[in-house]
């Protein structure tokens, strides 16, 4: 897209130089000769424009799924631990229609994060089997996104 929008750039600024020439020629009256160039130099600064935006947000998808990734990580670590008001403001954070009923969680998740829940529970890391800690919030608390206990 950039490509297509540098070449059209360099289309727009050769016709301008192409017109000042035929104008120093005296080709073109004054009032043509501006007209004209009025109407080059809005197409070269919508160009230069988009090229900008596209530039300052052509990037920003990476930045944004590497700190989802991390940000998921780190929901991942919060179900193991132990610190409540963290998971609380995490799930202020991604969910919607957060409801507790008999000990159990369900939350209705925004999007990325609804991608998360709709894989499945989020477990811990290592279970009671194998020696790890479980903490009151993975043992009593399931995150669907799939279904709300108050039709």
Do not use: H
């Not at 073109?28 to 197409?43: G, S, V, W």
């Not at 988009?50 to 940000?71: A, N, P």
């Amino acid at each position: 897209m950039i490509r297509g929008l540098k070449a059209e750039l360099s289309a727009v600024k050769s016709k301008i130089n192409k017109l000042t020439d035929a104008y120093l020629e005296n080709v073109f009256e004054t009032e043509e000769f501006q007209e004209k160039k009025n109407d080059l130099m809005r197409k070269k600064k919508d160009i230069e424009e988009k090229i900008d935006d596209f530039r300052l947000k052509g990037d920003r998808w990476f930045e944004l799924t590497k700190k989802w990734i991390l940000d998921a990580n780190q929901a991942q670590n919060m179900a193991c631990g132990e610190n409540f008001a963290e998971m609380q403001n995490f799930l202020e954070k991604v969910g919607l229609n957060r409801k507790i009923k008999d000990r159990r969680l369900t939350v209705e998740f925004k999007p990325p994060w609804n991608f998360i829940a709709n894989r499945g529970e989020i477990r811990p890391k290592q279970s009671p089997a194998e020696g790890g800690a479980v903490s009151n919030f993975t043992e009593y608390t399931v995150m669907r996104a799939r279904r709300d206990l108050n039709p």
